[in-house]
């Protein structure tokens, strides 16, 4: 069975990121609800990883690196619990890879309606940064390839890459939020 097609019980949050109940995650994307969530940006050396992502949801975007959610089975995934699962799941990463445990760096709240889509993304956005010691090897399942690039290539409004972002690595940008 896909990943997508699992049932999984998101955290429906208030715009505190208050968790006030559990959301089935198709249903919270859907009809738009404010859910939480999480975004590791991952760099090596000097570079950012961007995944080019394979997704239902914003299909077709860079993220940066990898985004998830934390599942609520009989209480909510602790983050690092959901970071370690998608690194490994997404990008054959292990904890033992990377050089320290992810930073918290902030937090974004946005909404964003996907063009070519029946789905809203509609979150508070835990945001995490590491580094890690190896170049990833993407899961095809999760997406179409990925690209290393410096901040400034990111940064630059010029950059092809800065128009394919998604909406949630634009509002990183905003709070300056993509440091190692």
């Known amino acids: 069975m896909s990943y997508y097609n699992k049932l999984q019980y998101i955290a429906k949050v208030d715009s505190d990121d208050k968790i006030l109940d559990k959301v089935e995650r198709w249903k919270a994307h859907e009809e738009g ?16 990883v961007l995944q080019h992502r394979k997704h239902p949801v914003f299909d077709n ?16 995934e602790d983050d690092m619990a959901a970071i370690e699962k998608t690194l490994e799941r997404e990008l054959g990463l292990e904890m033992s890879y990377l050089i320290e445990s992810p930073v918290s760096k902030g937090v974004v709240k946005y909404k964003a309606k996907d063009p070519n889509s029946k789905y809203t993304e509609n979150e508070v956005c835990h945001i995490y940064s590491c580094q890690t010691t190896v170049v990833p090897a993407i899961n095809l399942e999760f997406a179409y390839g990925y690209s290393l690039q410096k901040i400034e290539s990111i940064t630059d409004k010029k950059s092809p890459f800065h128009t394919m972002l998604a909406p949630w690595v634009k509002e990183m940008l905003k709070k300056n939020l993509l440091s190692i």
């Open 33 to 48: 609800i404010l859910h939480r969530a999480i975004t590791v940006a991952v760099f090596y050396e000097d570079y950012a």
């Open 61 to 76: 975007v860079f993220d940066f690196t990898v985004s998830t959610h934390q599942i609520l089975v009989d209480d909510i």
